[in-house]
């Protein structure tokens, strides 16, 4: 052991130590089996990969169920308690202001799927192969989606185009005016209108006529009636989509697809999820949500009474004969009361309000449940733009750039399909009968508010509603704050 | 290179002139008692012996002249006699109740409390070893200062949080925790066995910086028992055994007052009474239900002793708790098995190892939340039995998220399995004198498998966790393509996962004094870090039978593996860094240390990988100088130290922008997975930094009155924060974060004080009083730019945000409205000036902050500050005492200043209630506390003080009564000595807080600290054990 050589040893440790701090490479580790968002784009699939995620934003849309339906006179915010989705209460009392959590999420879902759709655009030169001009358009439709929920809640809203904002770029980009976000939006469903296939065999992915029907949607509200009407009618006139004949299978999962769904959100029942995060969820959190509280009883499922339907509504229908009050609207109590067992049905009322009426287009069922929790899992897919929308926003358009022959053959095939008697109207009454047949056929889809809003009928229609504030909704209070202070707030708040 | 020539020139020993011969004598102690196993040494070599039973000793030295022995024995004053020629030396050993002298293991290198510069706080192996606690980190609590505790959860296994003076950032605020220079996190000290801990080293200040990039939490330093040269075999067998049962109980409404009370609050709205008959007696006690006693068991052997070469140390253990809720289903077990080896090699080499195994298996229930098993029973309906009259258990149907949490507890099969070997392996060569050269490799791996199994079940209509379709437990059907449906049965989770970390550290530690006043102590070293990780799990379907004994993924019976899923992670980090410290100290009594460490770090990006982290400490031990004429003051020092250090606790390549977001959608039916950025990338990430100034005094007063006092401020600076960005950088879909960025300041700043008085240890009755406190104050300074405020825990259900990160206040602190009693009358609510909407008699009234006459419930301008979850003081007394064979101690925790949120109460119209609700206001002068009780829309449910309690408490930990058999008896059966003891844990809480318990942990983080979601309570465990010397 005497010629144990410690020091030899102790150098060659000390110099492999000392060696390796020097070597700084050691700490250049990569991460295991995950890509960089700067170097992707290198294969056809990155699209389309890519795209999926920007479609996955649309899922979102449950809650403009909430909000077109809640801030107009067509229902209230319901839910367990007036602090269940606060947001939502004090926008049913017309009392929102600038901090407000649901108006937020439309905020922020919105410019992600704008951001997830720029990632795809501003990569769209990285490689040509087949079929990149459909990726890039169903890229562009959903980014002028996304620009038109923005302008429509908040108006002036910033534009960012065919990039990603850099952390130091947040606080430099200005709103642009709204007529610059409507032009962009314009631009970009033009583009997707002609270079989008007019049939797309995978259910839930846009086409053509989707674009066209978006487009002169946009215009409607623009009141650009003209360009609106011979956009709207290229869509009728394809051929590809009819009313189903009963209007009370508009929104059974089984029916799913039919001829009527121009665009329709899609929504899985085979995820769970959590109430932590609702943009994270595959299914529509408006079905259970909108559930009747604690139900005990046939055909229906127990939810969250979120989103109920006024007496306003109820009463508005022009006649009991009707279906589509009933398809639209339902009675609870009496409801109960005309099944063979009434006693052995219940349900509570929850405290954030009460109306007796629960909407009965989008509301839990049983036979249509997701996986556990199924409040959150709803397979009910969201129908953003319906055919009889389509046909009502047509006849609205022709109506108002002075062609009310077109409008009424438009108009007449939505109320058939019901047996109601067509109209003969012409100009402004005929506008009114439109703006009325809107609210029959379409209400409980989240149109309502932003119909009042576009036609002038808000705030006699509202109550709380100001001239000149409520239009549009505030922009958060801390996303101005977040983007540097430098916007102005809406007008009135 | 230039270091080696500077290190071999220190190498040339040379003595040529010597006279050898040989010292007997004998060692005793103050007490006049011999001291068996006492070491002695001729100083400066390895030459030592141990003293025989009767404390005799015999040692050989090479020059009588001029050799120096040193006497040490653990707990006495170690002392060091020149020979002088003589041969014999007898020597009394006194006490080390001065504590002065003690050793302090120290990073990288051993210091004692006389010449530390630091603040540190210590406790002995024993003290931790007395209080019988699962886990090392609970024996903390109340024994130092600076240091707070606070149990996560009571469920055996349970982690707890270590906050070294205060929450200092956003993130992982745990400190650095290093079990013989090992690496371990929180979590992990559930493998150390608390009976083979030797001592508790806590670095509080900005010494601590040594450990650089990862020390701005503080560290802890734990050593583990060793043996000792040329000492006889100790063997020690201890064990105890006790019953827990909860200390504390809920008062809950029983099944009569629940319907008065129920039919009252439909009543009130006009809506049918749920109750035609209110007699319906007490119901049932859920409580009662669920909890109830449960066994503790601790055995434990270890043997420790040494030979002329080699030490060694080995202990083995086994410990179980179950769950005072869900006994067994809520259990933990550890087997663990310990070697601490050290080999003197040659005359220079010594190779120190390591090794510890253990073996943990942990059952767990839902806890802390909604949905958890407590949860369910606070809210429980007393009306409902808990089974119905066919045996199956109660729906409780009347509130959705309320399960009948007995059935819950049946329906939960969970169990991790943690193996894990620990240890070292270390190389010291010592030089000459004055160099030691350290190497080592330390090593941690475990593997952790977890298996759950989901039957299927049914806990009534609409309840979330249902997974059958319906009583008849049928599974519920998946549609996995166009009308093609499979069923969906039981399932079972498995994960295997697991976790290495390797480090190599090497450095060279100098000592030497020269001309006898200069002291010079230098450490230069490096060390290297790498931990890995990884795990794959899978999920199957349709276990046959719905039953737990085919519960694994083997037995799956899903149709085409269609619902199977399968997962897996990876990851990889690294440290890379030197350190240096060089100590001088003049004449004993002028202490300076420098200390300066880079780190490197993977955390970070190239642009700020490396990372510098100076200290400088002094210390002048005033007592020292002539001019100190206090008698009664035998020692008196004063430090200050002012540090820079780190924090480098975020996720892996935060640095850079990785396509990990969640991009799903669904076509043609079917989940598609695509792709999706998730957290937004910045390059210029770096770590966070604390600089903490220290100022402190130690007093020692007569032999036995020691006084420990500290003043910090401590500042955090760059806090690593994920604060929320705009909108508009499209992070915030699915999947996708805020970057990890740097903003934000915090500062903690307090005082600590720790007293100690030690009686005459001659005298029969020998008592020990140690006292510490610690004042502390938490400050936001700075949010990062444009955010008001970080939104921190929810209150209720689908309500607010209750806690806040925000300029000016502490961390997490509680935000809402300020109440003013009850609105008594409608003439009240007409004639205030303060517009209340909605209000109506025996609703709550709301403070008008800022003035304006009416309150706003859709903004923050009535809100404000309404508590915080930081103790402003924490106290902790430990008393102990001997009086001939009987020996006692108590171990007293006390917190004030601190608040609660009561959030464990479901807010909906049929959960049950405490009773204080009993005390509701029913009309005109019926109370101004308690608001009406109603379905009716109200505002009481706004998260106000209403929902805030006072969290003070004290808390009488441990007390224990020993009595140790007289030697007669105990050498009958051959044993040094035998001691037997009861002992109570938790014995008496003093506290107004209503919940469960007052001392609740932060499970969701420093912003969610203080939120009571029905916390698992600690048992009150009553206990009986013994523990043999050989």
Known sequence: MRKFNYKNIGIVLVAMLFSLTACEKFLDLEPPFSQDADNYFTEPSHYELALIGAYDLLQGSFINLWIGEIASDNAIAGGESVTDSQGLHEIEAMTHGAVNRELRSVFQWNYAGVSRANFILENRNNINFDGKDQILAEATFLRGYYYFQLV????????????RLGADEVTEIKRSSTADVYAQIEADLSFAASNLNPVNPVKGRVNKWAALALLGKVQLYQNKFSQSAVNLDQVINSMQYQLIGDYRNLFLVGNEGHSEAVFDVQYSGLEGGSYDCLICLEGNAAVGFQGIRQYTGPIYSDGNSYNLPTQDLYNSFESADDIRRNATILDIDSFISQQPNPANISYAIGGGGHTGLYNNKYIKKQGELGLPDNDLTSPVNNIVIRYADVLLMAAEAHNRSNNDGQALIYLNQVRSRVSLSAVSAAGQALTDAIWAERRYELSGEGHRFFDLVRTGQAASRISGFQVGKHELFAIPQIEIALAGGNWSQNQGY | MRYLFFLASFMIWGNTFCQEGTITGQVKGSDGFTIPGASVIVKGTTNGVATDIDGNYLIKVSDLKTAILKFSYLGYATQEIAVAGRKKIDIVLKEASKEIDEVVVVGYGTSTKKTLTGATSQVGGEEVEKLNVARVDQALQGQVSGVAINTNSGSPG??????????????????????????????????????????????????????????????????????????????????????????????LLNATEYAVIKNEIFGSAGDAIPFGNTSIGEGTDWQDEVFQSALIQNYNFSVLGGNKNSTYSAGASYFTQDGIVGGDKSNFERINARLNLGNQLNDKVKLNSVILYTNEKRRALPENGIGS????????????????????????????????????????????????????????????????????????????????????????????????????????????????????????????????????????????????????????????????????????????????????????????????????FEFEERLLSTFFRGEYGFKGKYLGSVIIRRDGSSKFGPNNRFGTFPTVSAAWLISEEEFFKFEKITFAKLRGSYGVSGNDQIQNFAY??????????????????????????????????????????????????????????????????????????????????????????????????????????????????????????????????????????????????????????????????????????????????????????????????????????????????IGSAIPDFTFGLNLSAEYKNFDFSMNVFAAVGQEIIRNYERQQPFANQLDYVIDRWVGTGTSNDNPRLTTEANRNGEFSDYFVENGAFMRIKNIQLGYTLPEKLSKKIKSNSIRLYVSVNNLLTVTQYRGFDPEIGSVGGALAAGVDYGFYPQARTVMGGFNFKF
């Open chain 1, 152 to 163: 429509k809640y908040f108006g002036e809203v910033p534009l960012i185009i065919d990039k």
């Open chain 2, 656 to 865: 850079r922008a990785q396509l990990d977001g969640e991009g799903v959608y669904v076509f043609d039916d079917v989940i598609v997975q695509g792709v999706a950025i998730g957290r937004a990338s910045n390059p210029d990430l770096k770590w966070e930094s604390t600089r903490q100034f220290n100022l402190g005094l130690d007093l020692v007063i007569g032999d036995n009155f020691n006084i420990t006092t500290n003043y910090f401020i401590k500042n955090t600076k760059d806090l690593l924060f994920q604060p929320e960005v705009s909108g508009i950088l499209g992070t915030t879909g699915p999947g996708g974060q805020s970057p990890i960025v740097n903003a934000g300041d915090v500062s903690n700043k307090g005082i600590e004080l720790e007293l100690a008085y030690y009686s005459d240890r001659n005298k029969e009755l020998k008592y020990a009083i140690n006292f510490n406190t610690t004042y502390l104050r938490n400050e936001v300074l700075k949010t990062p730019d444009g955010v008001e405020f970080i939104p921190g825990a929810a209150f209720g259900v689908g309500g607010g945000v209750a806690t806040r990160f925000e300029e000016g206040f502490a961390i997490g602190y509680f935000h809402g409205f300020e109440t003013d009693g009850i609105f008594q009358s409608q003439e009240e609510i007409d004639n205030a000036t303060v517009v209340q909407e909605g209000a109506k008699p025996g609703d709550i009234r709301y403070v008008d902050q800022n003035g304006d006459g009416v309150i706003s419930f859709n903004d923050d301008s009535d809100r404000k500050e």
């Open chain 2, 373 to 568: 098993v407590l949860y369910n029973t606070i809210n429980a309906f007393p009306n409902e039995s808990v089974k119905t009259a066919d045996g199956n258990y109660s729906y409780l149907e009347e509130v959705s998220d309320i399960i009948n949490p007995l059935a819950q507890i049946e329906n939960s099969q969970n169990q991790a399995i943690v193996n894990k070997i620990v240890g070292k392996e270390e190389l010291v060569f010592e030089i000459n004198d004055n160099f030691t050269f350290t190497n080592r490799l330390n090593y941690n791996y475990a593997s952790v498998d977890f298996k759950a199994f989901s039957p299927l079940v049914w806990y009534g209509q609409g309840k979330a966790q249902n997974t059958a379709l319906n009583a008849n437990l049928d599974p519920t059907r998946v549609e996995i393509a166009d009308s093609v449906f499979i069923d969906r049965g039981a399932s079972v989770f498995e994960s295997r996962s697991t976790f290495v970390d390797l480090n190599g550290e090497s450095y060279l530690n100098y000592d030497r004094i020269f001309n006898e006043d200069h002291s010079v102590k230098g450490t230069i070293g490096v060390s290297v870090f790498q931990r890995t990780g990884n795990q794959l799990n899978g999920s199957a379907f349709n276990i046959p039978g719905n039953s737990v004994d085919f519960a694994d993924i083997s037995a799956n019976l899903a149709p085409g593996g269609f619902l199977n899923n399968t997962g897996s």
């Open chain 2, 158 to 251: 349970g982690a707890s949080s270590i906050r070294i003076r205060g929450l200092s950032t956003f993130g992982d605020n745990d400190p650095l925790i290093l079990v013989d220079g090992v690496v371990y996190d929180s979590e992990g000290l559930n493998a150390l066995n608390p009976n083979d801990i030797a001592s508790v080293n806590v670095l509080k200040d900005a010494t601590a910086g040594i450990y650089g990039v990862r020390a701005a939490n503080g560290v802890i330093i734990i050593e583990t028992k060793k043996g000792a040269l040329n000492s006889a075999p100790k063997v020690e067998f201890s064990s105890y055994l006790g019953v827990q049962n909860t200390a504390r109980r809920l008062d």
